[in-house]
């Protein structure tokens, strides 16, 4: 049995309404709406012990993305050709954002609670000046 009871609040992606059906950015406003009720769920755990965390995971290669950019683009090579593109050089797997969860109910991670953990290979605040922003509109 676990020391601390958990819980791990991990957002679903936002819809953009310009067309592509799932994307990795989400207007600070959703952003905000979202880290706030994760807060919410934290205070009202907080006095019976139990430790919220909220995962923001990136850009995954699930079966579903897969298959969503696979239909969408056609070309079997759009996984390495996006990896490429990211600082690790490669989508997030599914059984490493397990095991994130995993380390965040488990005893090992100790008091951590509170925490909104960017899982998506990117720095924040780490920029010389803006945050990169997409090249173009999307289609």
């Known amino acids: 049995t676990f020391k601390y009871k958990s819980t791990v609040y991990i957002p ?3 819809r953009n309404p310009k067309g592509q059906k ?3 950015f989400t207007p600070p406003a959703t952003t905000l709406c979202r880290r706030y009720r994760g807060r919410v769920l934290l205070r009202r755990s907080q006095r019976n012990r139990i430790r919220v965390n909220q995962l923001d995971i990136g850009w995954m290669a699930s079966d579903k993305e897969r298959a ?3 239909a969408e683009s056609g070309d ?3 996984e390495a050709k996006a990896g490429a593109g990211l ?3 490669r989508l997030l797997d599914p059984a490493e954002v397990a095991k994130a969860v995993l380390w965040m109910v488990s005893d090992d991670s100790g008091v951590l609670t509170g925490s909104v953990i960017h899982y998506d290979q990117s720095v924040w605040g780490a920029y010389d000046s803006q945050a990169p922003g997409p090249a173009a509109p999307l289609q």
């Open 12 to 14: 679903k992606p936002s």
């Open 76 to 78: 079997p090579n759009w």
């Open 22 to 24: 799932w994307t990795t």
């Open 68 to 70: 969503i950019q696979l």
């Open 87 to 89: 600082p690790l050089g």
